[in-house]
Every structure is written in C-alpha cells, then in structure tokens.
C-alpha cells in the first residue's frame, strides 16, 4: 500500500469536523437537514481528495514530479479501480444524504 493511500485517523478526524460544522452551517440557513447536509458536505471533500490524490501521483504532479516512481492508483488498471471506488463511496454519501432528507 503506498503512503498516498493510508489511512490516517488524524485526517478523518479532521473530515468529519469540518462536514460537521459545514453542514450544520448549510442546514442553519437552509431547508436541508443538518445530517443529510453533513453526508453532501463530506462527499464534495471526499471526491475532491480523491482526484487531488491522483493528480499528484502522475508523472509531474506534486508528488511525483519527476515521474519516476508512479504509483497504481495513477496509471493503468489501478487508477480505474481506485476512480470506480472513489465514485461508488461519493454515491453512497450522495444516497445517504438524501435518504436522511427524505426519509426523517
């Protein structure tokens, strides 16, 4: 497993904190629901990381700017498992947030 992949309980933390407080922010001023706002709001930084994270391990991104160690999830087969996997867990959030909505 590359280091650009770990998990790290200090940044969910974090992600969660801050979908949290955003989310409480869009349901104070809004008609949504402060969980299903806090299930859209993790999902956009979600998806944002995620494409963050591939753009910086291609060759002459940010971490990976002399190309020459590119890791799986930047090239090939690798990068289409971790795009649909990255796709399937934003979805899921997305669902989430409006089945909260609709549902409570």
Known sequence: MSSQTRFDPKALAAHVMIALFVG???SYFTDAKWLAAFFWVSAAMFINGSLATVEDAR??????SDGAETPDIAKGWGATKYGLSSLAIFAGLIAAGFAVQSLF
């Open 24 to 26: 409480a922010a869009i």
């Open 59 to 64: 060759p002459g991104g940010f971490n990976n």
